[in-house]
């Protein structure tokens, strides 16, 4: 019996120790989260993040080994769990055009309702190879579901594929610059469609559909746990057939 509660009690203080370790984790990806969304990655130091996040500078190095890797943490806590939830609705869907107006509307739509995040990428923007791995596969696998199926136009798809990034920041940047009365994300992906080949009329058509909800990142994980290994490993949703252009959705 004596043994029974020595070892509940034990396994209750590794319990609270690792909750407390994940929540100071959890406290310096989010002080240096907002600490680079207003200066950008280069110009915060240790220092600065461990004070945010109200941590010594000793403590920092219990979670990571130096600041690259805490920017690293932050990219995958604000962006790539974005991406992950995104890949989650837009899994099923047969319409690529839909797929690209999805997406784009909920990467705006995000710099709208949390402009932290908004200036976060931003300020990253090109100069960080951890943000490009994490959004350009993404839009370069999506384009080319487009036009595999015919639904796009796109002569040169790597080339397309860095227009749709950096055409993303520099609306999220306008945005944030302006007085933000208007949330710009259905225009957004309009212009997204028209550039890449659709017309105005099948592009506003697309975006005048529902836009589908994120689900949390968990539930997120749990469908794309789901996916076929093959899935996985191309990071490739399965090729369509052309279609003529006189048949393609509106």
Same mark, same amino acid.
């Given at each position: ?7 509940? $009690? ?5 319990? $609270? ?20 969304? #207003? ?49 989650? +609705?837009? *899994? ?5 055009? #839909? ?12 710099? +709208? ?8 990428? +931003? ?40 227009? +749709? ?52 990142? #968990? #539930? ?11 899935? *996985? ?6 090729? *369509?057939?052309?279609?003529? $252009? ?5």
């Amino acid at each position: 019996m004596k043994s029974d509660i020595a070892q509940a $009690r034990t396994g209750s203080e590794v319990d $609270r120790r690792a909750r407390r370790q994940a929540a100071n984790r959890q406290r310096l990806i989010d002080a240096a989260h907002i600490l680079m969304a #207003e200066l950008g990655a280069e110009s915060v130091s240790i220092e600065a993040i461990t004070k945010r996040a109200d941590l010594g500078v000793g403590t920092f190095y219990n979670y990571f080994n130096s600041r690259d890797d805490l920017v690293d943490a932050v990219i995958d806590d604000a962006v790539e769990s974005l991406g992950t939830r995104m890949d989650a +609705v837009t *899994k099923h869907m047969d319409d690529p055009a #839909e797929v690209v107006a999805v997406s784009v509307r909920h990467l705006m739509g995000t710099a +709208v309702s949390d402009p932290v995040w908004g200036w976060l990428v +931003v300020r990253l923007g090109l100069a960080h190879s951890k943000l490009i791995a994490t959004m350009v596969p993404r839009a370069t696998r999506d384009l080319k579901l487009g036009m595999d199926s015919g639904r796009f136009n796109i002569p040169y798809l790597e080339m397309a594929a860095d227009i +749709v990034f950096g055409a993303l920041l520099s609306a999220i940047h306008t945005y944030l610059k302006s007085d933000r009365s208007r949330d710009p994300s259905v225009l957004l992906a309009e212009y997204y469609l028209r550039m890449l080949g659709m017309s105005p009329k099948q592009s506003a058509a697309v975006c005048a559909r529902p836009l589908p909800r994120l689900p949390d990142l #968990e #539930e997120a994980r749990r469908i794309g746990a789901r996916e076929s290994p093959a899935e *996985k490993d191309s990071c490739n949703r399965p090729p *369509k057939r052309r279609t003529p $252009r006189s048949r393609q959705k509106q």
